[in-house]
């Protein structure tokens, strides 16, 4: 049995959507694996690139409907910062 990746997960139908879970995570499972020989249940595919690497970056992946939370959370942090240094060049122009 082979896990690689062979095919586009966006067009193929073995890669599936989660309902409620990111737009941009694919998920698809090996029926016939066998986890005693280290074959997986199931493998991750994301079409960001930034899959989830821990159980709890999944479940974010899981319930984030809309975008990626990585995406989102990169975005907030990085507007945060460049309010915070033009508001610091605005107080230093005032001064």
């Known amino acids: 049995m082979s896990f690689g990746v062979t095919e586009d997960p966006r067009e193929n139908i073995n890669w599936r959507r ?29 079409l960001m690139n930034t899959p ?15 975008c990626c939370w990585r995406i989102a959370e990169a975005a907030r942090h990085g507007g945060k910062a460049a309010a915070s240094a033009a ?4 107080r230093r122009n005032a001064s």
């Not at 989830?52 to 809309?66: D, F, K």
């Not at 508001?87 to 605005?90: A, L, N, Q, T």
């Open 87 to 90: 508001d610091g060049k605005r």
């Open 18 to 46: 989660h309902r409620q879970g990111c737009p941009h995570y694919r998920e698809r499972w090996f029926a016939l694996s066998n986890p005693d020989e280290g074959e997986p249940l199931y493998q991750v595919f994301c």
């Open 52 to 66: 989830p690497e821990t159980a709890e970056e999944q479940e974010r992946c899981l319930s984030s409907r809309t």
